[in-house]
């Protein structure tokens, strides 16, 4: 398939305005120009600068692209309705040092239930400290997403913080929170995840989604045990989309369960500065 990308005006090498390339397919690819001979144009398939990008195999008699994605219109948002996915079942680990997995595991929940999607979200650990309002930001939005849900099972303030919290406390909320987790994988696996949920149902009627936020953090304070989340994910069913996140260490024990692995890696956080939990941006 040849992939023909228009640069008019686009020269930033000073070589000459030219106005199209077509490549194999094959060559694109971040650096993938560069590596056909081209390095004065664009890297990769979103062709910044470049007025306009076209990818096809079809033409019309007068050169046109006929597969243009969008065809030049604007997405527009339409009502949400519930459905089944497509293609869910795997297993997903977010980790790392730096901020953002709770963030981007919710995103990703949200993008679900924007597609008509059940998903269910469990919280650990996480259940307020004087820097942080009873009520956090995600909750609200959660509350009024359709097909989302959530849950808290954390306890107040964070483990191994000065902050008047017990230890026989939070392990005590982490075991709930884990029993919990098997309650929901068994509704999973009771349900057909094939068809569509009702978007107002609850959880234990089954959900497509199941994210287990900062689970991964009670392993690592040694609440729960590495056993328990590998117990659970034996007990997945094979059309759940399990969502774990957590832990600055990394889970190696999840190498090989895991389908994806993703490391969110701190380079700056201004916490370090003395900066504290803003509103709107961590809670």
């Given at each position: 398939m040849l992939v023909r990308i228009d640069?008019?005006?686009?020269?930033?090498?000073?070589?000459?305005?030219?106005?199209?390339?077509?490549?194999?397919?094959e060559m694109l690819g971040w650096g993938g120009l560069g590596e056909a001979g081209v390095d004065w144009g664009v890297g990769g398939y979103m062709c910044e600068g470049v007025e306009g990008w076209n990818?096809?195999?079809?033409?019309?008699?007068?050169?046109?692209?006929?597969?243009?994605?969008?065809?030049?219109?604007?997405?527009?948002?339409?009502?949400?309705?519930?459905?089944a996915p497509e293609e869910f079942g795997l297993v997903q680990v977010w980790w790392g040092s730096g901020k953002g997995k709770t963030t981007a595991t919710l995103g990703m929940g949200m993008r679900a239930a924007g597609h008509?999607?059940?998903?269910?979200?469990?919280?650990?650990?996480k259940g307020g400290a004087?820097?942080?309002?009873?009520?956090?930001?995600?909750?609200?939005?959660i509350a009024a997403l359709p097909g989302?849900?959530?849950?808290?099972?954390?306890?107040?303030?964070?483990?191994?913080?000065?902050d008047g919290s017990d230890e026989e406390g939070h392990e005590a909320q982490a075991r709930a929170g884990l029993e919990r987790a098997h309650e929901l994988l068994a509704a999973a696996s009771a349900a057909d995840l094939g068809e569509s949920i009702p978007l107002d149902a609850p959880p234990e009627d089954g959900v497509h989604m199941l994210i287990l936020d900062e689970?991964?953090?009670a392993a690592?304070?040694?609440?729960?045990s590495t056993d328990d989340i590998l117990e659970l994910l034996e007990s997945k069913p094979d059309a759940l989309e399990l969502v774990l996140s957590g832990s600055h260490a990394e889970p190696t024990y999840l190498q090989e369960a895991a389908d994806l692995i993703t490391n969110v890696r701190k380079e700056k956080h201004p916490i370090d500065a003395g900066q504290r939990a803003r509103r709107g941006t961590e809670f």
């Open positions: 640069t008019t005006g686009y020269d930033p090498a000073g070589q000459g305005d030219r106005h199209a390339l077509e490549l194999p397919w990818m096809s195999d079809e033409r019309t008699p007068d050169g046109t692209v006929e597969n243009t994605p969008g065809r030049g219109e604007r997405p527009e948002a339409d009502g949400i309705e519930p459905a008509g999607h059940r998903v269910h979200v469990l919280q650990f650990m004087s820097s942080v309002e009873p009520v956090r930001g995600e909750y609200n939005a989302m849900s959530y849950e808290n099972l954390g306890h107040y303030g964070w483990h191994g913080m000065a689970i991964l953090y690592d304070r040694d609440l729960i």
